[in-house]
């Protein structure tokens, strides 16, 4: 092997392990907002006006030294440069891997891994097209599809969760993004380098499950006890 090999090995190495160290540091900056959000949606089974109460609450934070509506503004510019960053990092990784498979395979081995990395690419579609409509729903275009008021948050989410198509989406949608980060958090782990030991790495595939099923039952909760009847106007 050549010399010029050797350093185009080593450069493109270099620039994938730069690609896996945004990933995981774009899919802790995710993993911190969700929680919080995760949060705030819980604060519907506290009623009406602890729930808009915490809406208004963040529209306002900060006044006067930010403008109003300053931190949403703050946190939606940070989520979009993390979101831009992941999914760049994440097809672009995808693309190399697929050139790098210059051998057809004789049969094909549905190995875990290899069905972990696809549900990872598959799942992480679902979940990007779900932020779309989550943002018209709620956010940028407010949409009841039961053609109520959207100026009310809180009534906003019992309309949309009262619908029982709706929450299916939303359910399969957490539960995608419980798989997501089962394995994004292991593989952010790795990328960083604290799954050395056979012990670090028990402990942090019990961490990666822990929370990818907290954060996944947790946004679950609301749309089904809306849908149970248990919040409602």
């Not at 670090?200 to 849908?227: E, H, Q, T, Y």
């Amino acid at each position: 092997m050549s010399t010029t090999s050797l350093v185009k090995g080593a450069r493109a190495s270099r620039s994938t392990i730069a690609l896996k160290l945004l990933m995981a540091i774009s899919g802790l900056i995710f993993i911190g907002f969700v929680l919080v959000h995760m949060y705030g949606n819980l604060k519907a089974f506290a009623g009406h006006d602890a729930f808009n109460e915490y809406a208004h609450h963040l529209r306002t934070f900060g006044e006067p030294m930010l403008p109003h509506e300053g931190l949403l503004w703050i946190i939606r510019v940070v989520l979009l440069g993390a979101l831009i960053v992941h999914v760049y990092a994440a097809v672009t990784l995808w693309r190399r891997a697929k050139r790098a498979r210059t051998t057809p395979y004789v049969m094909k081995k549905h190995t875990g891994a290899t069905f972990a990395s696809r549900l990872m690419r598959w799942g992480g579609v679902t979940l990007l097209l779900f932020i779309i409509w989550h943002l018209l729903n709620f956010t940028i275009g407010k949409v009841n599809v039961q053609g109520g008021p959207t100026n009310d948050p809180f009534n906003l989410l019992v309309d949309t969760f009262d619908t029982w198509w709706l929450t299916l989406i939303y359910l399969v949608a957490m539960a995608m993004l419980g798989a997501h980060l089962h394995h994004g958090i292991w593989s952010a782990v790795q990328t960083l380098g604290y799954a050395g030991t056979a012990q670090a790495r028990a402990f942090w595939k019990k961490v990666a499950f822990s929370v990818a099923l907290v954060i996944s039952v947790g946004f679950s909760l609301v749309p089904i006890f809306v849908l149970a009847g248990v919040i409602s106007k």
